[in-house]
């Protein structure tokens, strides 16, 4: 089954309390990037990756870090959260760019709350 | 650069009535269109899209959207909904030169009465 897998679902953590939510996709996708969604904003990219190795921030970066070692996996980092990073947290995977007929596969998301 | 206008964050509807969720979209250059889907507590699916040829698409659970270039809006529509179609919708646009960068609108948040 095509999936995105996310983890955890949910997180409360504490103020700069390092953590790492991961993301993994079995479809062999090149494009992944990470989404914050956030009541009447709707989603805003955070970082995105084109293929392994290469990452490129997105509207909102400050504050995050993400890396590309594998092809399947794109963890997102928060190396000091703030309560402004309270919010939801989807990561997504698609075909290259390019490629016209594009679907994004989005995970089930990660509720984040720093306190 | 590209911005999508969902005007409408919450549309309350009675069971079997028909409804429309509107979406207007801005950009310098031609775009593909899309509706998600977000039913509570998961992540989001693909509704429909547009990216060429006929301008009405139909996509999955009885929904259709219209591609209008003159009016630039891509308005989701569904004659008779159900209450499972209780969800959020979101639309969103990619740049059709290239780039998968997904911008959305705000969501809109689709509420069926019994």
């Known amino acids: 089954e095509a999936q995105v897998t996310q983890n955890p679902r949910y997180l409360i953590t504490v103020t700069g309390k390092k953590l790492t939510v991961t993301c993994s996709q079995n479809?062999?996708?090149?494009?992944m990037s990470w989404y914050r969604q956030d009541p009447g904003l709707g989603l805003r990219q955070i970082y995105y990756?084109?293929?392994?190795?290469?990452?490129d921030k997105g509207d909102v970066p400050e504050g995050y870090k993400v890396s590309r070692k594998e092809k399947r996996n794109f963890p997102l980092i928060l190396e000091s959260p703030s309560p402004n990073q309270t919010s939801l947290y989807f990561c997504?995977?698609?075909?290259?760019?390019?490629?016209?007929?594009?679907?994004?596969?989005f995970g089930q998301g990660t509720r984040l709350t720093v306190v | 650069a590209q911005s999508v206008t969902q005007l409408d964050s919450q549309v309350p509807v009675f069971e079997e009535a028909p409804v429309e969720l509107r979406c207007n979209y801005s950009?310098?250059?031609?775009?593909?269109l899309f509706w998600y889907v977000q039913y509570p507590n998961q992540g989001l699916q693909l509704l429909l899209k547009?990216?060429?040829?006929?301008?009405l698409v139909k996509g999955i659970n009885g929904f259709e959207a219209e591609f209008n270039k003159s009016q630039t809006s891509f308005h989701l529509r569904k004659p008779s909904v159900h209450i499972s179609d209780t969800a959020e919708y979101f639309c969103a646009v990619i740049p059709t030169g290239g780039g998968n960068k997904l911008t959305f609108g705000t969501g809109t948040q689709l509420k069926v009465e019994l």
């Open positions: 547009y990216l060429s040829g006929s301008t």
């Open positions: 990756s084109m293929n392994v190795e290469v990452t």
């Open positions: 950009s310098s250059v031609s775009v593909y």
């Open positions: 479809m062999n996708h090149e494009y």
């Open positions: 997504a995977s698609s075909l290259s760019r390019g490629v016209p007929n594009t679907e994004a596969f």
